[in-house]
């Protein structure tokens, strides 16, 4: 231990006299190492950490898939539900949901709120236990018991200031009065990566209870709903998988006029870390290659810089091994001098690193899943050091063996001065100078050729045309509930009047409205047939993506009329109202545009 102070010692009082090498070497290292601790520890809250549930490894979401009809993620039916719960032996739970964007009215003003109703098994299956008051009950999933509601602690918090009475209070949700009968604990979420809703709720903050009536198990249409299951211990994804095969190849039998021969109907599992991760995890990998990359690179430059500082030092260990130093005490010298340099710069690199997490958070709320559980724990600290003492023995070994190997007279007497005394250091032909200046051109060219490449994949998603001209557009989100909108019709006329008042406001050019964005995530999936057209044989119908739009929804959107017309007033609201369907609710606005017409 006294033998490596002296060393530590030795190291630091070099680098005060030689700060330039010391600066460069760091800041070096601080770069390669940041970059790496900052990409692990995104991997590291979404690959390797289990997700904040009870059991969450054997925690599972399903999908109805039917690709012979283009439908590769879809909801399910209540009667796919029971179909599921009464004919699958391999879920210790299954648990049914579906959300949507609720107006909370009454204390307060209104907001829109993230609402899923569940049957009450779903968040004891999370493992979820209440702060204040109760969860939801079994008896509430049958109709007919009084409305309740499970707050989240956001909530709470945000909007009723954390008061304890708010137990056995009501609060109005769309018009609908429920009383709150729990509170659930901070630490519990469940955002949309982990329970995609239909409706596009990000995160959920309000829980209700999911009635369904003893005919639900024959409806088979409105694929609306989330399913959830926990597998039993002693049941692998396959067995389970299997199983769901058998079952969706029954249903394909007994039902093929909603499950045709045409759509291939298979019910998917998958395990709910992998729903949450997605298209991230090849990212990521992606990423930590390239932040490797960017380490060798640094390695690399500083052993260069270790090599050209050893033309400087080679009297003084010429000096030291006349005086009776080992090969070896060299040796420990100069890899003690590197690591410490390399545990500087694991130091500034976790630095770099908080300020990338705070990036990630800020940009990356949209792009990856849970952007909140990214930070430095224990396991990325350990990931620091273990890189960082890597790295001072990776760049600062073949440095410390060539200079233990000097000319020790001809470096006592000084005559290897200039080229010479740099040949001493390096060797007879400069070969691992070469190497490694060869391998620090050779993968920035890599990188350089991944960046370009990406960029210009960019640049070409830059000028793909979307069908439509975003650019002046405004959009938000409209429901209308209570008393005054208790009929279609009403609700029809109120939205017509105000694309029309949006319409008369100074700049405005055209409004109307739509069930769903484009490019949203939100599907409604409508069996079609084509008139004329001859179907293929085990062919029913075809699906497609059915929206519904009003007013001038297509000259908002900039979207161009190729033949034809658009659709009118006179259109659209006897249908939706005969086939029972719920008129737009997202509003679109756009100024006008400088030599466009919209109108």
């Not at 879809?74 to 009667?79: I, M, Q």
């Not at 969860?135 to 304890?164: K, M, Q, Y």
């Not at 291939?264 to 990521?284: A, D, H, K, W, Y």
């Not at 909140?372 to 050091?385: H, K, N, Y």
Request: aromatic share 8%.
């Amino acid at each position: 231990m006294n033998t490596l102070i002296r060393d530590i010692r030795f190291a630091l009082r070099s680098f005060v006299k030689n700060p330039g090498f010391a600066l460069a070497a760091v800041l070096s290292l601080a770069i390669g190492i940041g970059a790496n601790t900052s990409i692990f520890s995104v991997a590291n809250a979404l690959l390797f950490r289990l997700l904040p549930y009870e059991g969450s490894d054997r925690l599972a979401i399903l999908w109805n898939r039917s690709p012979g009809l283009n439908i590769s993620e879809d909801w399910f039916s209540t009667a796919q539900y029971y179909d599921i719960k009464t004919g699958h032996h391999g879920f210790e739970q299954i648990a049914i949901a579906i959300g949507g964007n609720y107006n909370l009215t009454g204390q307060g003003d209104p907001e829109r709120v993230g609402v899923i109703r569940v049957s009450s098994n779903l968040l004891p299956m999370l493992g979820a236990h209440p702060a204040l008051g109760r969860l939801l009950t079994p008896d509430e999933d049958s109709p007919g018991r009084p409305a309740t509601a499970v707050l989240t602690d956001g909530i709470w918090a945000r909007r009723f200031g954390r008061d304890p009475r708010m137990i056995g209070k009501s609060i109005i949700i769309n018009g609908q009065t429920s009383e709150v009968v729990g509170i659930l604990p901070q630490r519990f979420s469940l955002p949309r990566e982990v329970l995609p809703v239909l409706d596009g709720t990000e995160q959920a903050e309000i829980f209700l209870p999911l009635p369904l009536a003893p005919a639900a198990s024959q409806v088979r249409t409105h694929e609306d709903y989330n399913i959830v299951g926990k597998l039993k211990p002693e049941v692998s994804l396959a067995q389970a998988q299997a199983e769901m095969d058998t079952i969706t190849a029954r249903l394909r039998r007994d039902f093929p006029d909603n499950y045709p021969p045409n759509g291939g109907l298979t019910f998917s599992i998958v395990p709910l870390l992998e729903q949450v991760v997605g298209n991230v995890r090849r990212s990521l990998q992606v990423l930590l290659g390239s932040v490797g990359f960017v380490l060798l690179i640094a390695c690399a430059n500083v052993a260069n810089l270790l090599l050209s500082r050893a033309v400087a030092r080679r009297q003084e260990i010429a000096v030291r091994t006349a005086l009776g130093a080992s090969r070896w005490h060299i040796v420990r010298q100069l890899l003690t001098e590197s690591v410490l340099l390399s545990l500087c710069g694991g130091a500034l690199g976790l630095f770099i690193c908080l300020l990338s997490v705070k990036w990630i958070y800020i940009l990356g709320t949209k792009s990856i899943p849970r952007p909140q559980e990214v930070g430095i724990d224990g396991r990325v600290l350990l990931f620091t050091l273990l890189l960082s003492l890597f790295s001072g023995i990776l760049f600062g070994l073949s440095p410390a063996l060539r200079i233990s190997r000097l000319d020790l007279n001809s470096t006592l007497k000084d005559t290897s001065r200039g080229a010479a005394g740099t040949s001493a250091v390096w060797g007879r032909g400069n070969s691992v100078r070469g190497l490694l200046v060869i391998s620090e051109l050779a993968l920035s060219v890599v990188l350089l050729i991944g960046a370009g490449l990406l960029i210009r994949s960019f640049a070409r998603l830059q000028d793909v045309l979307p069908g439509f001209n975003p650019r002046g557009v405004l959009t938000f989100d409209l429901t209308m509930t209570g008393r005054k909108y208790n009929d279609k019709q009403t609700i029809l006329n109120t939205y017509r009047q105000l694309w029309e008042r949006l319409e008369h406001l100074p700049g405005a050019n055209a409004a109307g409205g739509v069930t769903s964005l484009p490019l949203s995530q939100a599907f409604a999936w409508t069996p079609i047939t084509v008139e004329g057209r001859t179907p293929l044989p085990g062919e029913k119908f075809l699906n497609a993506d059915e929206r519904l739009v009003g007013g001038h929804y297509f000259e908002a959107m900039g979207i161009p009329l190729r033949r034809g017309r658009f659709f009118t007033d006179q259109d659209d609201g006897e249908r939706q109202l005969r086939n029972n369907e719920q008129p737009p609710n997202t509003i679109t606005a756009a100024p006008y545009r400088a030599g466009s017409s919209h109108r």
